[in-house]
């Protein structure tokens, strides 16, 4: 079975600053999907971003980039210019191929900091 | 663009009542989910479906039932509350595709039992 880690349960970061959540995963497919998710105080699940394991390049959304380093089964998202609206918990994703469902690790709650 | 849609937003029951959490999606997407997410915690997976028909158990699914006699819509049952079903509950579709494989959140429901 799949199984995702975030070993940071909380971290902070100054407004205009970049932080970096990290995120490791466990799988023996090859094709499979990984996903960062944030959820405010709102309680909404917002996806971020989504990296696509054949793909090489890392994905990016604006201020939002991936380091996906399949070899290693890591993948860590990293936010430029920090801004107060990016306070959440982030949940990083796994889904693999098939009807399997998205495993979700245990998130990781970030502030930000003016 | 409603996405997938929860209903109710929030809802107290008493112990020993029954309710059901209404889930629609209107993008056409074979895999529905629901997730139940404990303050301070990810997300756990009750019960999903791959097609309308046919639903399968998730992590957590004792206490739970479901449905899936449409595409569009995936209710959750409770049939007998307890306590320990105080939770925020989330429905999702999954988008299939090679490229665009992608899972979508309703926006919650906030169920307590007292």
């Known amino acids: 079975a799949q199984t995702v880690t975030q070993s940071q349960p909380e971290m902070s970061v100054q407004e205009a600053e970049t932080v970096t959540l990290s995120c490791t995963y466990d799988?023996?497919?090859?094709?499979?999907?990984l996903f960062w998710y944030k959820q405010p105080p709102s309680r909404q699940m917002i996806l971020v971003i989504r990296?696509?394991?054949?793909?090489?390049q890392n994905a990016t959304e604006n201020r939002f980039s991936v380091n996906f380093q399949k070899a290693a089964k890591s993948f860590s998202l990293k936010i430029s210019d920090s801004q107060l609206g990016d306070t959440a918990m982030y949940f990083c994703?796994?889904?693999?191929?098939?009807?399997?469902?998205?495993?979700f690790g245990k998130g990781t709650r970030l502030s930000v900091i003016a | 663009n409603a996405g997938v849609t929860q209903t109710p937003k929030f809802r107290i029951l008493k112990i020993g009542q029954s309710m059901t959490l209404q889930c629609t999606q209107d993008?056409?997407?074979?895999?529905m989910y629901w997730y139940r997410q404990d303050p301070g915690m990810g997300l756990k997976l009750i019960y999903y479906?791959?097609?309308?028909?046919?639903?399968d158990k998730g992590e957590v699914p004792n206490g739970y039932n479901v449905s899936r006699s449409t595409t569009e819509d995936f209710p959750l049952r409770l049939e007998l509350a307890a306590p320990s079903q105080t939770s925020v509950y989330f429905c999702?579709?999954?988008?299939?595709?090679?490229?665009?494989?992608?899972?979508?959140f309703g926006p919650g429901t906030r169920l307590t039992v007292l």
């Open positions: 994703a796994f889904l693999g191929p098939g009807n399997t469902p998205l495993v």
């Open positions: 993008m056409n997407h074979n895999y």
């Open positions: 999702a579709s999954r988008k299939t595709g090679s490229s665009t494989d992608t899972q979508y």
């Open positions: 990296q696509e394991a054949y793909k090489q």
């Open positions: 479906s791959v097609g309308a028909g046919i639903t």
């Open positions: 799988t023996s497919e090859n094709n499979y999907y």
